[in-house]
C-alpha cells in the first residue's frame, strides 16, 4: 500500500496538473483566436459605380487576425482583392486564416447612373418654360450636367437649348458620392397657346349649322368642352349658342398646356318677311295721303330694315309712304325692305309693290224712245261721258251684248251698264232707259163724202 501510494500519487498529481496546465492554455489560446478576428461596423455598404469598387473596397477592421472576404459563409477560398463588387451581392468577413468561424455577412449596394429615356422631349407654351426641371430622370438627388463629367450642377431653372445632350447623376445618399452619368438628347416642342377671337359670332343656319371646324384659332388646333377636359371634339360637333370652347395648339407630339378660350354666338338669320302687295284706287291717292309699308310685308321680318324704292319713305322700319306722290301712269311702285342686324348672316330683303288702279267708267245715264219697227240699237252708244268698253247689261238683252232689238227686247225698260272696277276701286254703272212706242193704225181704206161748206164756214176760212 505504501509503495503503490508512494508510486502512484507523484503521477496522479502531475497528471491532474497537466491537464488544468493545458485546459488553460487551451482557453487563453482560443480567446487569442477570437479577440484576432476582423469586425465590421456597417453591415450595408455602399458604393457608386464612378468608384469601381473592388473587394479591396470593402470595409472591416482588422483586430490583428488579418481579413479576408468570402463568397459564402462556408467557403475556403477567399476572393481576391481586386475583384470587383457586384451590386446587391453579399460578402463574408473572416480572418486571413479564416478560422473565425462564424463569419460576418455585408450585403453591398452600388449606385450607378439615374435611370430615364435617353431621348426626351419636352413640350411648352413659350421657349423660357423649357428648363432643367422639365427633364425625367429616377434617382437619388438627381444633378444635371452639360458635360459627360466634370463641370457644375446646372439650376433647375436652366432654360434648355434644342437637341442638346445633358447628362444626369445620382447621388449614395449613404457616401455622397456621386454615380456616372445618364445622357440624354433634348429636343423642344415650343407649342403656343393659340390666338382668335374670344367671341365668334355664326350665323344660324338649320340645313347647315356651324361646327366645331368654324371655330377659328392660329396654328393646328383641338379644340375641348371645357379648359381640363382631355377628349378632343369632334370637328363635326355642331356649335350650341352660349358655349364656351377650348383651343390648344398641336405639333405632334406636342399639345400647348395652356388653351384659348372662346364664346359662341350664333345670331338668328336676317328676317325680312316675304313680298307683299297693296293697291290703292286712283281717287284715294288725294284722300288716304299716308300709308306704312312695314304693314305689307308678309310674315314676321324684324323691325330693324330700311326701305329703298322710287319715293323717300319716312320713320324708318315702318316705311311711311306719301300716296299723293303717286300716279296713275307710274304705277306699279315697286319698295324694297333690306334688314342686316346679323352682321355674320347675309341680308335679307322683300319688296312691297304698290298699284294705283284707275276708277272705271261706265258713262252716264241717257234715255231713248223708238217706234215698234224701228231697227236695233246699240245702247253703249247711248251712254254718255265716252264710257268704257268690257262692262255688262242688265237685265239681259236677247243679242247677248248691249244691242236692243224692239222686236226682240221687252217693251223698253231700264238697262243698266256696269263696269268692275280692280279692287279697292269701286264698280261704275250706268243706265240707259228705253221707251218703245206702237205703230199708229190709219184704219180701213173708204169713200170720204163730199163736203160743202157753208158761207160762214168759208167766211171763216178766209179770215
Given at each position: ?11 496522479a ?9 493545458l485546459l488553460?492554455?487551451?482557453l487563453?489560446?482560443?480567446?487569442s ?11 450595408s455598404?455602399?458604393f ?6 473592388t473587394i479591396?473596397s470593402l ?13 459564402t459563409?462556408?467557403?475556403?477560398t477567399?476572393?481576391?482583392p481586386?475583384?470587383g ?9 473572416d480572418?486571413?486564416?479564416?478560422n473565425?468561424?462564424t ?5 453591398v449596394?452600388i ?9 426626351q ?24 450636367y452639360n458635360?459627360?463629367?466634370?463641370g457644375?450642377?446646372?439650376a ?12 444626369a ?5 449613404d ?5 456616372s452619368r ?5 429636343s423642344?416642342?415650343?407649342v403656343p ?17 356651324p ?10 388646333n383641338n ?12 370637328l ?7 358655349q ?14 395652356e388653351r384659348?378660350?372662346?364664346?359662341v354666338?350664333i345670331q338668328?338669320?336676317?328676317n ?7 293697291s ?6 288725294a ?5 306704312d309699308?312695314?304693314?305689307f ?5 324684324f323691325?330693324?330694315g ?8 319716312s ?8 300716296l ?5 301712269s ?12 346679323s ?5 335679307a330683303?322683300a319688296?312691297?309693290?304698290?298699284t ?9 245715264d ?5 217706234c ?8 253703249f252708244t ?8 268690257g262692262?255688262?247689261w242688265?237685265p239681259?238683252?236677247a243679242s247677248g251684248?248691249?244691242?236692243?232689238d ?10 243698266t251698264?256696269?263696269?268692275?272696277g ?10 240707259v ?11 180701213e181704206a173708204?169713200v ?7 158761207l160762214?164756214q ?5 179770215i
Open positions: 500500500m505504501g509503495y503503490f501510494y508512494n508510486i502512484f500519487f507523484p503521477y498529481l502531475k497528471k491532474l496538473v497537466n491537464s488544468k496546465l488553460i492554455a487551451l487563453l489560446t482560443g480567446s483566436v477570437i479577440a484576432q478576428c476582423p469586425t465590421v461596423t456597417n453591415l455598404q455602399t457608386c459605380d464612378i468608384q469601381s469598387p479591396a470595409q472591416a477592421i482588422d483586430n490583428g487576425g488579418g481579413v479576408a472576404w468570402f463568397a459563409d462556408s467557403s475556403t477567399p476572393l481576391a481586386g475583384l463588387l457586384v451590386n446587391g451581392e453579399d460578402y463574408f468577413a480572418s486571413s486564416g479564416g473565425c468561424g463569419r460576418i455577412r455585408v450585403v449596394t449606385y450607378s447612373a439615374p435611370t430615364g429615356q435617353n431621348f422631349g419636352v413640350c411648352v407654351d413659350f421657349p423660357s418654360q423649357a428648363t432643367i426641371a422639365s427633364l425625367i430622370a429616377i434617382g437619388n438627388n438627381v444633378q444635371w458635360v459627360p463629367s466634370g457644375s450642377p446646372l433647375q431653372s436652366t432654360i434648355l437649348v434644342p437637341n442638346t445632350i445633358y447628362y447623376s445620382q447621388t449614395n445618399p457616401t455622397g458620392c456621386q454615380t445618364l445622357s440624354v438628347f433634348v423642344v416642342g415650343v397657346v393659340p390666338n382668335g377671337d374670344a367671341i365668334q359670332t355664326f350665323c344660324q343656319n338649320f340645313s347647315n349649322p361646327t366645331v371646324a368654324d371655330l377659328n384659332a392660329s396654328g393646328n379644340w375641348y368642352l371645357t379648359s381640363s377636359s382631355a377628349l378632343p371634339l369632334e363635326n360637333t355642331p356649335l350650341i349658342d352660349g364656351t370652347y377650348y383651343a390648344t395648339t398641336v405639333d405632334p407630339p406636342c399639345e400647348s398646356d384659348l378660350e372662346v364664346l354666338s338668328p338669320q336676317n325680312a318677311g316675304s313680298n307683299g302687295f297693296v290703292f284706287c286712283e281717287d284715294d291717292l284722300s288716304t295721303n299716308f300709308v309699308l312695314f304693314d310685308l308678309g310674315g314676321t321680318p323691325n330693324t330700311v326701305w329703298t324704292g322710287p319715293f323717300i319713305t320713320n324708318g322700319s315702318l316705311g311711311t309712304l306719301d299723293t306722290l303717286l300716279s296713275l307710274g304705277s306699279p311702285y315697286v319698295f324694297t325692305y333690306t334688314v342686316e342686324s352682321t355674320e348672316c347675309p341680308p330683303s319688296t312691297v309693290t304698290v294705283i288702279n284707275p276708277i272705271p267708267n261706265a258713262g252716264t241717257n234715255s231713248i224712245v223708238l215698234e219697227t224701228s231697227p236695233a240699237v246699240d245702247l247711248q251712254l254718255g261721258n265716252s264710257p268704257e268698253t262692262g255688262t242688265s239681259a238683252l251684248t248691249g244691242v236692243f224692239p222686236s226682240q227686247d221687252a217693251a223698253g225698260g231700264v238697262y251698264y256696269t263696269l268692275i280692280t279692287p279697292p276701286c269701286a264698280n261704275s254703272t250706268a243706265s232707259t228705253v221707251t218703245v212706242n206702237p205703230t199708229p193704225n190709219p184704219g173708204g170720204t163724202p163730199h163736203f160743202v161748206p157753208t160762214r168759208m167766211i171763216y176760212s178766209i
